[in-house]
């Protein structure tokens, strides 16, 4: 679970309104960053790569990271299972998932802009011009 969240965590995590590239959940992860050594490694060794191959026809890789992750989530709640009727965590997702993010090919400008948790976000992968951090 924890490579899932960590992916689709690497790939939102680029996002910056207010520039060209703007990132977030485009399904482009940099995979020669320093940041995000090792994701490559985890995704393979649990066959997320030839499970996205089996749906890559209905649904973008964009799309597919974030309901991989979603369902991760869901299914490591407390409610899962659960048959009460209450709304769990995992029909909230289903109910509230938007289709159509694309995917980018190509994503070697997002590379140092993971946030820093040494610096609450400054320097190096900063939330951008003007921005102090998380408030």
């Known amino acids: 679970m924890g490579c899932l969240l960590r992916t689709a965590g690497h790939d939102f995590m680029d996002f910056r309104p207010d520039e060209e590239h703007i990132g977030g ?10 940041d995000n050594k090792g994701i490559q490694q985890c995704l393979d060794k649990y066959g997320i790569p030839a499970l996205f ?6 649904v973008s890789l964009a799309d597919f ?3 991989i992750a979603e369902a991760a989530m869901a299914r490591a709640h407390s409610s899962y299972g659960d048959t009460s009727g209450a709304k769990t965590l995992y029909t909230r997702f289903r109910e509230g998932f938007k289709i159509g993010r694309k995917s980018e090919p190509h994503c070697e ?3 140092g802009r993971m946030p820093n948790p040494e ?3 400054h320097g190096t ?3 951008g011009p003007g921005k102090e951090g998380l408030e």
């Open 25 to 34: 959940s485009d399904g482009c992860i940099n995979f020669k960053d320093e």
């Open 53 to 58: 191959s089996e749906h890559s026809d209905k």
């Open 65 to 67: 990271l974030v309901v």
């Open 109 to 111: 400008w997002n590379e």
């Open 119 to 121: 610096n609450s976000c």
């Open 125 to 127: 992968g900063d939330l």
